[in-house]
């Protein structure tokens, strides 16, 4: 077994004072320093989206952020304009362990498609990559930490227990934005799907 640790989108933008905050966000980053050296590998993934982003509501009149939409790939929520390449906002936290890292997936660039998973944009088609890194490090078992918990989180959890990977959410090591009961949402879809929800 070769294990690595996914550490999703630990960036300004999601922590407190980002553009798309989610509250003690910044809290679980002292504890997913520490558990780097416990993995074999370690792999961070960055939202990282062009600016007019079309998953923002800025990008669509009358639409206000946290609102629904309709795109060619599904429903979307439209957010504040987060993680745009190149500003601070989209650096990872500071006291974040970067160095660690064997790989850096960025996620999100694709100007008509969101990706909130770490394995396909939002269409469940596109792959970002990662499937074959992991493959072809021969990378078997997955624990999943970051932000946020019902969002990118849940869906690159849910992609990776599809393809086979053994795969564990550390919630104490993850925050949720939690919106309309999106948390317990994804928690009970993830016990469905087969992804251990570990305290
Ligand atoms: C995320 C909403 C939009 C996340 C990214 O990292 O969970 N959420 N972009
Ligand atoms: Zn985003």
């Not at 007019?52 to 990008?59: C, L, P, V």
């Not at 869906?155 to 393809?163: E, G």
Request: aromatic share 8%.
């Amino acid at each position: 077994m070769t294990n690595a640790l996914i550490v999703i989108d630990v960036q300004n933008d999601f922590c407190p004072n980002g553009a798309l905050a989610v509250a003690g966000g910044d809290e679980i980053i002292a504890r997913i320093n520490a558990m780097m050296e416990d993995f074999d590998a370690t792999i961070l993934t960055q939202d990282w989206h062009p600016a007019g982003h079309s998953s923002f509501a800025s990008s669509h009149t009358g639409k206000a952020p946290y609102s629904l939409i309709d795109m060619p790939y599904g429903a979307q929520v439209l957010w504040p304009d987060h993680c745009i390449q190149g500003t601070k906002g989209a650096e990872f936290h500071s006291e974040l362990h970067t160095d660690p890292a064997d790989m850096i997936i960025r996620k999100g660039f694709n100007p008509a498609i969101d990706s909130y998973s770490a394995f396909f944009e939002n269409d469940h088609k596109t792959p970002t990559g990662l499937e074959g890194y992991l493959r072809t490090r021969r990378i078997t078992t997955l624990t999943m930490v970051g932000l946020a918990t019902d969002f990118c989180v849940q869906y690159s959890a849910l992609d990776a227990v599809r393809l086979g990977f053994d795969t564990t959410v550390l919630e104490s090591a993850c925050h949720a934005i939690d919106l309309d009961g999106s948390l317990a949402t994804a928690r009970a879809a993830m016990q469905d799907a087969g992804v251990k929800l570990e305290p």
